[in-house]
């Protein structure tokens, strides 16, 4: 590979560690501004259910769509439309604030979030290799995981400056800011030297038939359950949390507890790291049932234990959520010989799962209470447990001794030995 091509292959993993990050951020926001919107317009918890529901709803809608524009069209004209989607919801939110507003600009901004997870897979496999797709994937992941724990961060930062207190709806430069850097990401995706993605078998979608040939697959609809259960479990949780600790224990929904929201997210990464390691150790449905288990117990510390108890024990649960989507998504795949692609369609599919559970938490909150209402994640989580004992992959994920790992993790510490 020549001077150039390798500028050009690490000028487009740069980018796209850029996207991932600007994903990772815009998303995580919503979580934090639900108590200061609820306040800002005066809402019930049903009503601002609706704020999480709109932006998953959307990926629930596009995600087939989107693999099937990669496919017709290509990952330049994917992101262009991408952006151009993201761009048009801050900027209704940013023109005109308002509770309408917000539920439509999240809509139009998931719809552009959706798009750009379903091409950035294909575009790092392409850009950096087969062989090193592992690599950059978890780099992403990890990218990722960085920008959840900034978002929170950054939104506390900026709602604690002298010059935010008594103004309303402070929020909102937020928005500003992402149409300013949504404009600037399409003139860069116009400019940039992005190749053609040649999809592999098992990334096309296939044809309805093969659609419902998988749907009729009494395992692939319980899994398609899985994911709606994880990712509802997830956003309940990060979309809740602030307002449950504000409200209960009385944090600043601008300060500790946007904290926690924060540390939640960062905890999943680190959670990630260890569940790694896990799955080298052990079968992944020993895992997936081990992390289940201790994130029922840290939902219960949250929901029921004293004040300080409960602000660390939401943020541990992020922890303990961290292994439970690639497992749950690897043993899907893992399950059913053919027709890969279409399959990740469909639990791709699965992550409207965040724009029901919320929903239904804030629509109960207004009748039983939050407490009450965010129980519900004991119901997702055991029904993500279940998945350890009924899930009968065809293929398990490859297991080695602890001896064996420790003694490659020293030899890819120090590549001179592993040359010599």
Not at 25 to 49: C, K, Q, R, Y
Request: include cysteine.
């Amino acid at each position: 590979m020549n001077s150039s091509a390798t500028a050009h292959r690490r000028l487009i993993i740069a980018f796209i560690m850029l996207v991932w990050f600007v994903i990772s951020f815009v998303t995580n926001l919503i979580g934090p501004l639900m108590p200061i919107i609820i306040h800002d317009f005066d809402l019930s918890l049903g009503l601002a259910g609706f704020l999480p529901f709109s932006f998953f709803l959307a990926y629930g809608l596009i995600s087939i769509p989107a693999g099937t524009l990669v496919e017709a069209k290509g990952p330049r004209v994917t992101m262009l439309a991408a952006f151009a989607l993201n761009l048009a919801g801050s900027l209704v939110i940013a023109l005109v604030p308002g509770y309408a507003t917000a539920v439509c600009g999240l809509f139009v901004i998931g719809l552009g979030m959706a798009m750009l997870q379903v091409v950035i897979n294909p575009l790092t496999r392409t850009v950096g290799g087969e062989a090193h797709f592992a690599f950059f994937s978890v780099m992403g992941q990890l990218v990722f995981g960085f920008a959840s724990f900034v978002s929170p961060l950054v939104f506390e930062w900026m709602m604690a400056r002298p010059d935010a207190a008594g103004q309303a709806l402070v929020w909102v430069a937020f928005y500003w800011a992402f149409t300013l850097l949504f404009f600037a990401l399409i003139g860069l995706t116009a400019r940039l030297p992005i190749p053609r993605v040649e999809l592999k078998d098992d990334e096309k979608g296939g044809g309805l038939a093969t659609y419902l040939e998988l749907l009729r697959r009494r395992d692939v609809r319980l899994f398609f359950v899985g994911i709606v259960a994880y990712v509802g479990t997830e956003q309940t949780l990060a979309d809740w949390m602030s307002e449950f600790l504000s409200h209960y224990h009385h944090f600043s929904p601008t300060a500790e507890a946007a904290d926690a929201v924060g540390r939640f997210w960062g905890l999943m990464s680190v959670g990630c790291v260890l569940g790694l390691l896990l799955l080298k150790l052990l079968d992944a449905r020993i895992v997936l049932a081990g992390f289940s288990l201790l994130a029922i117990g840290c939902v219960a510390l949250a929901l029921f234990g004293p004040a300080a108890v409960s602000l660390q024990a939401f943020a541990f649960a992020g922890f303990f959520l961290s292994v439970m989507f690639s497992v749950v998504f690897s043993l899907g795949l893992n399950s059913v010989p053919q027709h890969h692609g279409a399959l990740s369609g469909i639990l791709c599919t699965g992550i409207l799962g965040g724009a029901v559970v919320p929903l239904l938490v804030g629509v109960l909150g207004d009748r039983i209470g939050l407490r009450g209402a965010m129980s519900v994640v004991f119901a997702t989580l055991a029904f993500i447990l279940s998945v350890a004992f009924w899930a009968r992959p065809l293929v398990r994920n490859q297991t080695t001794t602890p001896q064996a790992l420790l003694k490659a993790l020293l030899a890819s510490l120090n590549p001179a030995r592993q040359r010599g």
